[in-house]
């Protein structure tokens, strides 16, 4: 059982940058996938980013790449999400989710555990 806790949203202006954190519980994190995915008003929840259980390999959403950075800290069972040059069309809640095994890192029905999302709002 993985329980995920994410943190760091907020309301930031348009080209700004806020960093995402999510925190999770149990021993054995270093052996899950990590996602985020997020979900704006009206609109159904889409993949954003997800690193290997390593932290080798990452995988983004087109339209965050070049702006958004996973990365992970094992020794802290933690991921995090860069979001810089952040645009009004980010806005959404973000959410963190964990996967065993490899490939789908971009579909959420390949996650087995997810947080309760943290806010993101981007002001024009």
């Known amino acids: 059982q993985v329980q995920l806790v994410e943190s760091g949203g907020g309301l930031v202006q348009a080209g700004g940058s806020l960093r995402l954190s999510c925190a999770a519980s149990g021993r054995t994190f270093s052996t899950y996938a990590m996602g985020w995915f997020r979900q704006a008003p009206g609109k159904e929840r889409e993949f954003v980013a997800a690193?290997?259980?390593?932290?080798?390999?990452?995988y983004y959403a087109n339209s965050v790449k070049g702006r958004f950075t996973i990365s992970r800290d094992n020794a802290k069972n933690t991921v995090y999400l860069q979001a810089n040059s952040l645009k009004p069309e980010d806005t959404a809640v973000y959410y963190c989710?964990?996967?065993?095994?490899?490939?789908?890192?971009?579909?959420?029905?390949?996650?087995?555990?997810w947080g309760q999302g943290t806010h993101v709002t981007v002001s024009s």
């Open positions: 989710a964990a996967k065993r095994g490899p490939g789908g890192y971009n579909f959420q029905t390949s996650y087995d555990y």
């Open positions: 690193v290997t259980w390593g932290g080798a390999t990452t």
